[in-house]
């Protein structure tokens, strides 16, 4: 999958300019709400589990009328979230294939025919035609990947585009949306950003959208489209440290 990082460097990032970064707010937010993170993340993947189920659950509470299986993946994310929050406070958080595969071991533990690794076989994704990458490139297409979404010069469409790119690579036999996710928030967190928390209700026109970029060679779209999205997802953000800072 070729980025070409050139042409993502020339869409208009002039409204992203509201965003001021501030890496200590950034975490502080993240952390405040990654409970519904976690439960939005959750709900994307089809897990029946509402948001004080999982708000219970996630204290400790066990909740009863669902599958095992649904609450070890609200489990299994939960951990991913804190993994991911141990990596940044800790400055260890890297764009790179040890911090892909270790969030992924956290994220699909028990769920995926193997976790914390990349896939060896082909899998199919559904409502596309697409054709995943052969196992064999995987490395050589993450490495050649990463050095692209280096080369791009704002933190949130470098972020974007690494979710992007690791969900349609499919690296992982599952959970790579969510492993994507927690990349891309990493980005976001360590350039000073609000994370990027796709809702539940936005479902059917979030995996339109990635039907529609499995289908394409061109990822401008998709990435316009989740700029504006976070744009109107954070833009009290965005705009309360705009005022602060004129103040």
């Known amino acids: 999958m070729k980025l070409h990082s050139q042409e993502i460097n020339q869409i208009d990032t002039s409204k992203l300019s509201i965003f ?7 975490f502080y937010l993240a952390k405040k709400d990654k409970i519904d993170f976690v439960y939005n993340t959750s709900a994307l993947e089809g897990n029946a589990m509402t948001y004080p189920e999982v708000q219970t659950l ?5 909740v009863g009328g669902h599958k095992l299986s649904d609450e070890q993946q609200v489990l299994n994310q939960n951990k991913s979230v804190d993994y991911l929050f141990e990596l ?10 040890d911090t892909f595969i270790s969030l992924h071991a956290f994220v699909a533990k028990e769920e995926a025919l193997k976790w914390g690794a990349f896939r060896e076989s082909a899998v199919n994704i559904g409502g596309t035609d697409y054709e995943v990458p052969h196992a064999d490139t995987l490395e050589t297409l993450f490495n050649d990947g990463i050095k692209e979404i280096k080369e791009i010069n704002h933190p ?9 790119f690791g969900a349609k690579c499919q690296f992982f036999y599952d959970g790579n949306k969510r492993t994507s996710r927690l990349m891309m928030n990493g980005i976001l967190i360590e350039g000073g950003y609000p994370i990027l928390n796709i809702k539940a209700k936005d479902k059917l026109e979030f995996n339109s959208m990635m039907v529609k970029f499995y289908d394409s060679d061109d990822i401008i779209p998709s990435i316009e489209y ?3 999205y976070y744009i109107k997802q954070n833009m009290k953000f965005g705009e309360s440290v705009r005022n602060s800072v004129s103040v």
């Open 156 to 164: 949130i469409t470098r972020a974007i585009t690494m979710f992007l």
């Open 58 to 62: 996630l204290e400790g509470v066990t």
């Open 226 to 228: 989740l700029m504006e």
């Open 88 to 97: 940044i406070e800790s400055k260890s958080f890297k764009l790179d294939i």
């Open 20 to 26: 001021k970064p501030n890496q200590e707010l950034a």
